[in-house]
T-cell receptor, first 113, second 113 residues
């Protein structure tokens, strides 16, 4: 089954404790992206990657890092989480090209105390 | 970057057509209009996209005005399971090396029995 998976689905952590949210897709998609969703603000793009070893900032990259060492994986790293990073996070992937749908993962609900 | 404007909420009677409008007056000639929906904090789900012509698939129809400054998503026979937030987005950038998607607040559609 074609899908995007994220782990963990739920996480409660404390300020400053480094964490990684994993994202994996099995569709051989070149493009992957991370979004965060907050009430009243819609979905905002954090980082995206056009292919292996190619990443770029989205609208709200501060406080986040990403890496793309393999085509299927695109982890989101919070080196020193803060309470303002409490949010619902989504990973997405799509085939590269002019048009095409993005496939979204199920989401990771992160709470930073 | 082209941005979109949608009504914050709409109601629709079950079994009737739901018509969701979207304004994108600054859209460029080579930018696509995409529609996604999100059911209660699940990952967004692709519905349909188009450039100039009207489009139809098994889920919905997309009507784009001739000047491309607005569009309407039509769910022909809305069911309770169509209750969701619907996002109209415009794909920013046309180079294959640049892909950025902007999600706004969307329209919260409530299908009423």
């Amino acid at each position: 089954e074609a899908q995007v998976t994220q782990n963990p689905r739920y996480l409660i952590t404390v300020t400053g404790k480094k964490l990684t949210v994993t994202c994996s897709q099995n569709m051989n998609h070149e493009y992957m992206s991370w979004y965060r969703q907050d009430p009243g603000l819609g979905l905002r793009q954090i980082y995206y990657s056009m292919n292996v070893e190619v990443t770029d900032k989205g609208d709200v990259p501060e406080g986040y890092k990403v890496s793309r060492k393999e085509k299927r994986n695109f982890p989101l790293i919070l080196e020193s989480p803060s309470p303002n990073q409490t949010s619902l996070y989504f990973c997405a992937s799509k085939r590269q090209g002019v048009s095409g749908e993005q496939f979204f993962g199920p989401g990771t609900r992160l709470t930073v105390l | 970057d082209a941005k979109t404007t949608q009504p914050p909420s709409m109601d629709c009677a079950e079994g009737r057509a739901a018509n969701l409008p979207c304004n994108h007056s600054t859209i460029s000639g080579n930018e696509y209009v995409y529609w996604y929906r999100q059911i209660h904090s699940q990952g967004p789900q692709y519905i349909i996209h188009g450039l100039k012509n009207n489009e139809t698939n098994e889920m919905a129809s997309l009507i784009i005005t001739e000047d491309r400054k607005s569009s309407t998503l039509i769910l022909p026979h809305a069911t309770l399971r169509d209750t969701a937030v619907y996002y109209c987005i415009v794909r920013v950038g046309v180079k294959t090396s640049y892909d950025k998607v902007i999600f706004g607040p969307g329209t919260s559609l409530s299908v009423i029995p």
